[in-house]
Structure formats: C-alpha cells, structure tokens
C-alpha cells in the first residue's frame, strides 16, 4: 500500500517534471522572450494570480517588492492558494499549482479566471524559470510554506512554519529569475513594473496595488484608484486641455460579460483610445472596440441630426471624425475571450461587438440628453473635423486633376495670357462679373490673365473652407495655378509670376480677400511665402486740373499732391467709384498698367491674420458669426491688402 502511494508519487513527480523541463527547453513558448520582457513577464503571471483573487473579491491590497538581489516578492491578501492536499496529484493543491503545467484555475473550483497572461496557470512556469521560489500562505491561523530550486523541484513538502493571526489571510511568493535562462538581463526596471502596475489599479477599481524598491535608491509607490478607468482618462488628459468637464463613465454586464468605458474629448487632433480584454491590452482592437465605436458614431450623428447640428444635406460624421480628439479607455472582463491578429492582441469573439453597442449606446445617448452643453462641444467638434476631412479629400481630388486645363468650362472662366512664360505672366482675380469685363478689356492680353469672381458665392458668412473648394471659381483658380495642391503642391510649375487680388476696399471686398489669403495660407502657402501674391490697390481719389488727370491711393496722397499743385491752380477732386462701374480705359490706367499701378504685396503675417479672422468666423454659430463680422467689419476691412 505505502509502496503503491510511494509509486503514484514518483511517477506523478516525474510527470511534472518532465513539463517543467518543457518550460526550461523552450521558455519563449511559455512567456514570449527571455529578454527583459520575458524577465518583466514572471512577475506578471505571479501579479495576475493576485489580481484574480481581487476580481474574485476578496483580495483589497497588492504588494511587488523589488528585493536587494533582484529577486521579486509579490503579497496578497486573498483567501490564499488553498493547502489541503489535491486528490488528483496526491500533493498540496500548493504544490501543484507551482509544479503542474497548466494547474491554475481548473484545480480550484468554481469561478473562471479572467486574468491575462496564460490565464492563471502562470505559476508554475515562473517556478520553472527561477533559480529558486519560496511560497508562503497565510490561512487558519497558520503560515504554511514550500520552497523550490532550480527550476522548481521542491525542497521538501508544503508545511507549517509558524501561527498567524487567524483573520490574516493572503498568500506571498518570491522568486529569484535563473540567470542561465535570463541570459540577457536579470535586472528589473521600477519603471516598467511601476507603468504597469499602476494600469492594473486603474483597471481594478479600488484595488490598491504598492511597489516598493529595496535596492540602493529605495522607492515606493502606490496606486489606489476608486474611480478607475475614468481616473486613467483624467491622467491621460491631465497634459492636454479638455474641451468638457464630464468625463464620461459607462459600466454594464450583459451574459456574463462586463463592459467598462470612460472617454472625454480634448483640443487636440489626435486620439489617444485603449483597450483592454481581462486586463490585457488589446493594442489591435477587436469586437469590444469595434462595438463601443460604432455606438458612439451612431449616437452622436443622431443626437446632431436630431438638434440640428448637423443638416441633411451634411455628410454624416464618421468613426475617424468622431475620434478627433477623442481619449477613451475600454475594458471588458470575458470569462473566454479568444484573440487573433498578428500579435494574438485582438479581440475575436463576435458576440462581444453587439454587447459592447448595446451598453454603450444606451448610456452615452442618455448622457448627451442630460448633458446638453457638452454635448454641443462634443458634436460642434466633430462637425469641425468632418468639415476639415471633406475639405481634404476635395483638395486631393482637385490636385489629381490639375493637368485638366482644357476642362470643358475652363476657359469660359478663364481669360488667359498668350505668354506662355510664368515670369512675364500675372492672373488678376477680380472681384465681381462687371469688373472682371472691364479688366479683360482693359488688360494686356500678352501677360495678364482674368479671372471673375462672383462675390455673392464667395460670401464667407457662409463658405467654409470646404465649400470653397466646391466653388467653381476657386476650382478655377486651383487649377489656373498649375501647381497643385497638397501632397503634390510644386511651386515650379506655378503659371503666374504675380497673383493679383483685385478687390473693392469695402466688407464684401474684404471678405473676398479673407477667403483667397486663407485657401492660400491653407493651400498654398509657398506662394505666399516665395512673394507671388499682391493686392491691387485702386486709387481712391481723382484729380483733375488742366489736361492733368492724377489717381491717388487715399486722403494723405491727396493732400500731398494738392500742396504741390502752384497756388491758384483749378482743380477738379473726385472720388473713385468702386471697380464695377470703372471702364476699362480707366481700370488699366489707375489699377493694371504695370507702369502707373501700385500693388501691395502680401506677407505670410497677412496670410495668417487672414486665417485666425477665418477661422473665428468659422468658429462661431450663426447668430455670434454675424455680429463678429458687424464688429469686426473694420478689422477685416482693415487687413490692409
Ligand atoms: C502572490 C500570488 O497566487 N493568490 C491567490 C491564488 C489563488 C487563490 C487565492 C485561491 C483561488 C481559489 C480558491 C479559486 C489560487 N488558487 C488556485 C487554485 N497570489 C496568489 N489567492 N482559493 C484561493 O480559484 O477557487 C490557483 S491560484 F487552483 F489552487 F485554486
């Protein structure tokens, strides 16, 4: 009988060691690498161990130490591993989830393990791939103990080394990693287990999780989070500056599956979203993802469509432009999640994407109705990136087709110059039909080209920058340039020397020339920047004396020319009408003919003025648009192009 319990034993023993020796031929099966982060890895697998027991409820504080030797030591205060012994190994149910491949969560009973890592059958390949590990469990007032060498034979039974208060309870392991397996590094970094470590108790709500460093700097930190994931946004946004208070907190359960999401947008473009599956990042996405991001484009373009942010004919929002922005956590607790991808960090399991909807979706629209505020900042933001993305995309198409110069109505628009060389050649852009008539007769034709630009399509009170770009007019002049734009801008091949603006000096006038200098700062900036463009500056005044007909610029020219007028001269003093009612004699005398005009060339500051004025204009709803552009009729007047 003993002879038979001695036999079951040893064969047991030898099984397990013969798996164990699996893990020591081919650890990177086992835990990726053995490079520092296989070496990080060990305290992972012993960490989730911990952390399994937190989610069970029953373990509230977590401890990593960092010892002298670099060997780590991670406490808990769960139930503890239980101790009895396990009727299918013969040996403590200790031993064998230390000794036995892929023990873990099966020996225990009830529950599943939803940890990461190899899902809580971790411990015995940490044993497998340590000099030595000690395990201590405090249960019925006693401290039980067992210790393992060289790739986790134990030294002897699991037994009691002491007594212990009989309401403490938990279980500490150390181990010490083989440096004949970590050939690389045995040497931690506070840093990586304090990134990490701190994660896990975002992750964990209310968990409280302390690492310590015994080594020459002694350090310590400690991570206690009652608001979790939520507080992981407010750190994430802490360097960026939100555009709302609330951050959003979403939690629900459904089929035994526990969805967790917090998200608040900031002023930046970028978004910065995360995902977690047990606590495992899931870098690739997956179904949780997918489901929680398609929930909050749905909500948000119906929530505009509803309030009128956004209009029929709108295009609807989507993923990327409702991403704008956008920091957001997601976490979801799966008793079998599956991963695919090529880093097996992908969620796979299809019934997660209408779980992690339906949650979502629920709680984020009752949150844009209780929040009416933010979520007009939420939505307005969006709109504005959408807005950016169609604007972009006409500009790439617009670019594709610059070779397109004998498009059908192209001409129409268009009165070229006859010089095919750029350094000779101007383009006027006049404002209005009328002007635009008198100028292509009064020009010369070698040299200037004209392009009419009808103002009341280029009103800016209503043209974004993305209908202006559906302009036919300013198509026109995209591609009149010949430069391209964007990606495939090429200052080379600009067509013209010198780009005129040829505007009136009043509001319509000087939206106009908002509007160009803005789709220039946006679009061609090297133009700006290389000096071609200019504004024509019409006379305001005429005078008259004798045969003597004299244009000047404004009253201080006038006054000027007056005092060098001999005493008792006549003289007649008109002011200029606007450019529609000049004829053509009289627009290339006072504002085209190279030798008598004077044009103002535009700088890259006046560019930009243009832009931050656009931009306000575009900022704004319609009621504060319009009294912006009341008040601010001068200043944009006075852009002083
Ligand atoms: C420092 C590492 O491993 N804690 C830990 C592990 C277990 C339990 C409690 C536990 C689990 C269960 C029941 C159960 C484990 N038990 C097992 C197994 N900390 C650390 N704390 N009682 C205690 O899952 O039912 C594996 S891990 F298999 F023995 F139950």
């Known amino acids: 009988m003993e002879d038979k319990v001695n036999n079951s034993y040893d064969s047991s023993a030898i099984q397990v060691l013969e798996g164990l020796e699996a893990v020591r031929k081919r650890p ?79 020996f225990g009973g009830g529950g599943y393990k939803v940890s990461g890592g190899l899902h809580g059958v971790g411990a015995s390949v940490v044993n497998a791939l340590s000099d030595w590990l000690e395990v201590k469990v405090y249960k019925n007032g006693k401290v039980y103990y067992q210790r393992y060498q060289t790739g986790g034979h134990p030294v002897e039974d699991l ?14 392991v150390t181990f010490k990693p083989d440096d004949q397996i970590f050939t690389e590094t045995t040497v931690y970094d506070y840093d990586v287990l304090k990134t990490r470590l701190r994660e896990l108790a975002f992750l964990n709500r209310g968990l409280r999780i302390t690492l310590y460093d015994d080594r020459e700097e002694p350090k310590k930190d400690t991570f206690c989070y009652e608001g979790g994931i939520r507080e ?9 500056t939100p555009i709302h208070n609330t951050i959003i907190d979403v939690t629900g359960v459904m089929d035994d599956i526990s969805l967790e999401v917090a998200l608040q947008y900031n002023e930046s473009y970028n978004s910065s979203i995360y995902s977690f599956v047990n606590n495992i990042t899931t870098p690739e996405g997956g179904t949780h993802e997918e489901g929680v991001r398609r929930a909050l484009t749905r909500v948000l373009n119906k929530y505009a469509v509803a309030n009128n942010y956004l209009k ?26 599956q991963f695919e991808g090529q880093t097996k960090t992908k969620l796979g399991n299809s019934e997660v994407r209408g779980i992690a909807d339906k949650i979502f979706s629920e709680a984020f629209e009752r949150f844009l109705l209780e ?41 129409g628009k268009l009165s070229d110059c006859k010089s095919k060389d750029a350094s000779i ?13 008198s100028a292509i007769k009064g020009r010369d034709s070698m040299t200037q080209a004209i392009l009419p630009l009808r103002g009341k399509i280029l009103n800016v009170e209503k043209a974004r920058l993305d209908r202006a770009l559906s302009n036919e007019e300013i198509r026109t002049i995209i591609t009149a340039f010949g430069t391209g734009i964007g990606e495939e801008f090429d200052l080379s091949k600009l067509r013209y020397n010198k780009i005129i603006i040829m505007t009136d000096a009043d509001v319509d006038g000087s939206h106009i020339r908002v509007l160009l200098l803005t789709l220039f700062y946006r679009f061609f900036k090297p133009i ?14 005429v005078i008259k004396h004798g045969k003597t007909i004299k244009y000047v610029l404004n009253e201080q020219e006038r006054d000027e020319y007056l005092k060098t007028l001999a005493p008792n001269t006549k003289y007649e003093i008109a002011r200029m009408k606007g450019l529609g009612e000049m004829d053509a004699e009289e627009l290339n005398e006072t504002t085209m003919d190279i030798n008598k005009r004077v044009l103002r060339q ?6 930009v003025a243009a832009d931050e004025v656009f931009s306000q204009l575009m900022g704004e709803e319609v009621a504060p648009r319009r009294e912006f552009i009341e008040n601010n009729a001068t200043y944009v007047g006075n852009l002083d192009i």
């Open 602 to 607: 535009i700088t890259i500051d006046d560019a």
């Open 528 to 541: 700006v920047e290389a000096g071609h463009v200019y504004a024509a500056q019409p006379p305001l005044f």
């Open 312 to 337: 029929d004919k709108d295009s609807p929002l989507t993923g990327d432009d409702v991403k704008e922005g956008l920091t957001m956590i997601i976490s979801i607790k799966h008793p079998n999640p």
């Open 425 to 437: 050649s101007e383009i006027f852009l006049v404002e209005g039909d009328s002007a635009g008539g």
């Open 159 to 172: 037994k009691v080394i002491d007594s212990c208060d009989v309401n403490r309870t938990g279980t500490t």
């Open 28 to 106: 990177g099966m086992y835990i990726g690498s053995t490079s520092s982060k296989g070496l990080h890895h060990l305290v992972w697998e012993i960490v989730d161990n911990a952390i399994d027991e937190a989610l069970a409820g029953y373990c509230t504080h977590i401890e990593v130490t960092i010892n002298k030797d670099n060997s780590i030591t991670v406490k808990d205060d769960g139930r503890g591993i239980p101790v009895d012994i396990h009727p299918k190994t013969g040996k403590s149910t200790v031993e064998t989830v230390y000794t036995v491949l892929h023990a873990g969560g099966k």
């Open 232 to 240: 992981y946004v407010e750190m994430l946004n802490k360097s960026k």
């Open 371 to 411: 929040h009416p505020d933010e979520a007009k900042i939420i939505v307005e933001k969006a709109i504005v990136a959408s807005r950016a993305r169609v604007a972009a995309k006409k500009a790439r198409e617009i670019t594709r087709r610059k070779g397109d110069l004998d498009i059908t109505n192209f001409y």
